[in-house]
């Protein structure tokens, strides 16, 4: 049976992954926007900032995992691509 700290981390898994995933939706969306006349810059400044906060977030989590064990990696599921 999961513990609580397991499930707590188990949904900010999911929505880390979800925002990860919709920012790379919107960022291929940007050559569109730019074909279409638009001016992206603004939106590429707030992806940045976005991608930022997430980077944030998977920090706080792997503080929280060697708080809770020291030893738990990050599930595949949060792991950015290199």
């Known amino acids: 049976m999961l ?9 900010a898994d999911e929505r880390i992954a ?3 995933r919709n920012i790379q939706m919107i960022e291929s969306l940007l050559p569109r926007l ?3 006349g638009y001016a992206a ?13 997430l980077e944030h977030l998977r920090a706080q989590r792997r503080a ?3 708080t809770l064990d020291g ?3 990050l ?4 792991r950015r691509p290199n």
């Open 3 to 11: 513990s609580q700290a397991e499930i707590g981390l188990a949904e």
């Open 18 to 20: 979800e925002a990860d």
């Open 34 to 36: 730019e074909v279409n």
């Open 41 to 53: 810059l603004e939106v590429e400044h707030r992806l940045h900032l976005m991608n930022q906060a």
């Open 64 to 66: 929280i995992v060697e």
């Open 71 to 73: 030893s738990e990696p």
């Open 75 to 78: 599930p595949l599921i949060v």
